[in-house]
């Protein structure tokens, strides 16, 4: 799998940056509010499948340009194909490309302006972490069309609790970015102007911790999660006896001992 291009064209509907041990993927049809077609679900799939073969990207962004962050599926594009197996093979599609950011290595970071709704708020809370610009706003709306956001509501409900998931679900009322840190949806609110700045502060903050612990730790969290207490805690323990014998983890220990910045293997 090739790296991620360092540059890459603005007519592309999703497009790869890479720069000091962060890319950068993004949305790139605001015309169209950056909708998930089938198009730009196969995009974000190919880029993220990059993304996890890379060693030189240690965090990814996720970001979009244009007025929306994304509006979700694109309903023009399914009124187009009103047939079963496009359906079913665009929501599976979707679902392996919002899993692929979960299983990614990397930690990932939505960095989010504008509106995201439905499956683009799905994708907010698939990110690991989520900073938003404060005039955002979030929704999982489908449900004013007389569609339920099921699929938005898996990822929306491992992030927020379960009333306060329903509640956006039943009803499809936008909330402000005060309340999506409030409900645990995203992590940061910031101003508007500073958003890409303070995303990028934060990303870098992460970039420069140990590649190897990163990668074990966002693959630990996830896989604990979804155990049983006892379990969580046997295979916590390996991780953590895996973390400790590591090259890293040796260095990070003797760094501290000794009173001096870590020199990681993986910089």
């Avoid at 023009?76 to 047939?83: F, G, I, L, T």
């Avoid at 645990?184 to 700045?197: E, K, P, S, T, W």
């Avoid at 953590?240 to 590591?246: D, P, T």
Wanted: charged share 20%.
């Amino acid at each position: 799998m090739s790296e991620p291009q360092a540059a890459a064209t603005s007519a592309a509907d999703v497009t790869c940056e890479l720069a000091d041990g962060i890319a950068t993927l993004t949305l790139n049809r605001p015309q169209r509010f950056n909708t998930l077609t089938s198009e730009v679900i196969a995009a974000l799939s190919e880029h993220l499948a990059a993304l996890a073969a890379s060693s030189e990207a240690r965090v990814v962004i996720l970001a979009s340009t244009g007025k929306a962050f994304s509006t979700g599926h694109d309903l023009k594009e399914m009124n187009a194909n009103r047939d079963e197996n496009f359906y079913r093979r665009l929501l599976a599609d979707c679902s392996k490309m919002m899993q692929a950011i979960v299983a990614l290595p990397q930690p990932v970071i939505a960095q989010v302006q504008g509106i995201a709704t439905a499956a683009g708020c799905q994708l907010v809370a698939s990110c690991d972490l989520a900073v938003a610009a404060g005039s955002a706003r979030f929704a999982t709306n489908g449900i004013q069309n007389g569609l339920y956001c099921a699929t938005p509501a898996v990822a929306l409900s491992r992030v927020v609790p379960r009333k306060h998931a329903l509640e956006m679900l039943l009803t499809g009322d936008f909330i402000d970015a005060a309340r999506a840190a409030e409900i645990g949806l995203v992590n940061h609110v910031v101003a508007d102007d500073a958003l890409v700045a303070e995303t990028r502060a934060l990303a870098a903050r992460i970039a420069e911790k140990s590649q190897f612990a990163l990668r074990l730790g966002k693959a630990s969290f996830y896989r604990q999660a979804n155990q049983g207490l006892d379990g969580a805690y046997r295979g916590a323990s390996e991780d953590l006896v895996c973390n400790l014998l590591s090259a890293d983890g040796q260095e990070g220990i003797d760094a501290f001992i000794e009173k001096r910045k870590p020199t990681w293997q993986d910089r």
